[in-house]
């Protein structure tokens, strides 16, 4: 009994102790019309490297992915697809579906032992929900307001002038509808530019678009206050009735940005 007592006490000493902590990934759809159970599988990165597709599952039944992370905060995005049409579609406006069922967060794998995802495709809205390393949750991390109704494309068409040898950062666009992180483009070099396409909710939003730039391993955004010579930022009050196009040519040189808004 004494040594079997022993075994027990090393095995959570060398728990606590150990560099690594696994958190788990759970997510799930409800407010599910009946015949649209797809099935579903997601993707993931961990401080910007690709994690393997999860196993699939219906959206009524929770999802799961077992991460292995060093006892440190990490950043975590998730993007969910959908098995739609007979191939694997990203479960996001763009593809026409209710919802954009992505989402980035951060973890702590010192304090988190699970992360729960719910989408709600009535209320259109998503919620991020971490539990302690005893299985309580913690404060919901992240909800989205809501948008129902119809929604319009909108297309950010972007680029940079003028970029220094050896300062052509990585960089990506952040939207925001009425305060709301909204969506966030792909990443590529300052010098290529993007394009980055999602749909805006019908009616009368301020929409501001954010360029930012990943500098030692974090994204920062690209204003005078972080050291930057043009403030990246665009906000307009827009009445969505229609499709709208938004060109930004940001020129590093004259310190300025031309930014065209289409109707």
Request: net charge negative.
């Amino acid at each position: 009994m004494n040594n079997l007592v022993a075994c027990v006490f090393v095995l959570l000493f060398l728990n606590a102790h150990s560099k690594n902590q696994w958190v788990i990934l759970e997510w799930k759809f409800k407010g599910i019309e009946e015949g649209y159970d797809h099935l579903n599988r997601s993707k993931l990165t961990v401080d910007g490297i690709d994690l393997p597709v999860s196993d699939s599952c219906l959206q009524s039944n929770w999802g799961v992915y077992s991460l292995k992370l060093s006892r440190t905060t990490h950043t975590i995005k998730f993007i969910n697809e959908a098995f739609y049409g007979g191939k694997w579609v990203e479960h996001t406006f763009e593809n026409k579906f209710s919802i954009n069922a992505v989402c980035e967060f951060d973890v702590d794998a010192k304090a988190v032992s699970k992360v729960q995802i719910e989408f709600d495709l009535n209320a259109a809205s998503v919620s991020i929900v971490q539990f302690d390393l005893s299985g309580n949750a913690l404060v919901e991390t992240e909800k989205k307001a809501t948008f129902k109704g119809k929604h319009y494309p909108m297309e950010i068409d972007w680029r940079f002038k003028n970029v220094e040898s050896g300062y052509d950062h990585v960089s990506r666009m952040q939207v925001f509808v009425d305060d709301v992180e909204y969506g966030t483009s792909e990443q590529s070099v300052e010098s290529m530019g993007g394009k980055f396409l999602l749909k805006i909710p019908k009616g009368m939003h301020r929409i501001r678009i954010v360029n930012q730039s990943l500098i030692a391993g974090g994204w920062q955004d690209h204003t005078i206050v972080n050291n930057y010579s043009v403030e990246a930022v665009y906000e307009k009050l827009v009445e969505v009735k229609n499709s709208l196009r938004v060109t930004l040519v940001i020129d590093l040189n004259d310190a300025e940005t031309i930014n065209r808004w289409d109707y």
